[in-house]
């Protein structure tokens, strides 16, 4: 009948590729362990929004600034929460309750931002933000795009050390099976699709992509490798 992710955003070219396998509709969900479920897209076509986590499962959902203002509306943070379903400390560890609470809210260490009618949005990890040159770039938006090539299984994005900028990004990359695709393609491809300061100068072809023992792929290890 469905298809329900749980713990964060779903590229959406693999919903669409789910979608399309199992002719059933790809439902995202939001939470984590200290929470539960955070928020839901509906299972109603016309309620559910595409690349959205949906709307709050009943706690509330803000998007906060590095000052921890909030944000406008459609403008990225970081998602923080709090309700009755969500922890208020870990046992046993205060320098951790510390860091991941902020009075009542939990700090998720997600980016995301809120549409004007309540979607969460999410961009990515806080920590996995690459930080280039003084301009903040979420690896989810690349993936996403290069994606959407034909010729791309699959494709991750990291932060590699740079003398000048601080990071610059880096992204291996699997061609599918057979595909003649060059750096140049790729670079001319995202170049329709996301701003210039957000083009990969270098693009490594792997033939697989190692992952950690929970199946994740694991950013920082790429990046020392």
């Known amino acids: 009948?469905?298809?329900?992710?749980?713990?964060?955003?779903?590229?959406?070219?693999?919903?669409?590729?789910?979608e399309e396998m199992f002719d059933a509709p790809v439902?995202?969900?939001?939470?984590?362990t200290?929470?539960?479920?955070i928020a839901c897209n509906s299972l109603q076509a016309e309620k559910r929004k595409l690349g959205s986590v949906g709307l709050s499962c009943g706690c509330d959902i803000m998007i906060q600034q590095p000052d921890e203002t909030p944000s406008p509306v459609g403008i990225s943070g970081e998602v923080v929460v709090r309700g009755k379903n969500i922890i208020d400390n870990y046992?046993?560890?205060p320098a951790g309750t510390q860091a991941a609470f902020q009075g009542e809210w939990y700090r998720t260490g997600d980016l995301?931002?809120?549409?004007?009618?309540?979607?969460?949005?999410l961009k990515g990890r806080l920590k996995e933000v690459i930080r280039r040159?003084?301009?903040?770039?979420?690896?989810?938006?690349i993936e996403s795009s290069l994606l959407e090539h034909?010729?791309?299984?699959?494709?991750?994005?990291?932060g590699v050390p740079h003398p000048t900028l601080g990071e610059d990004i880096g992204v291996v990359v699997v061609p599918i099976e057979g595909a003649k695709v060059t750096k140049s393609d790729l670079t001319s491809f995202l170049a329709t699709r996301v701003s210039v300061y957000k083009i990969p100068q270098e693009i490594i072809f792997v033939e697989t992509i190692p992952?950690?023992?929970?199946?994740?792929?694991?950013?920082?290890?790429?990046?020392?490798d």
């Open 211 to 224: 992952t950690g023992d929970t199946g994740k792929v694991q950013r920082r290890n790429l990046a020392r």
């Open 27 to 32: 439902i995202e969900a939001y939470g984590s």
């Open 150 to 158: 034909s010729d791309v299984k699959e494709a991750i994005i990291f």
């Open 133 to 141: 040159g003084g301009q903040s770039i979420s690896p989810g938006e």
């Open 112 to 121: 995301g931002k809120l549409d004007d009618e309540g979607y969460l949005f």
């Open 34 to 37: 200290e929470t539960g479920f």
């Open 91 to 93: 046992d046993g560890d």
């Open 1 to 18: 009948r469905m298809l329900r992710t749980g713990a964060g955003h779903l590229n959406t070219t693999i919903a669409h590729q789910l």
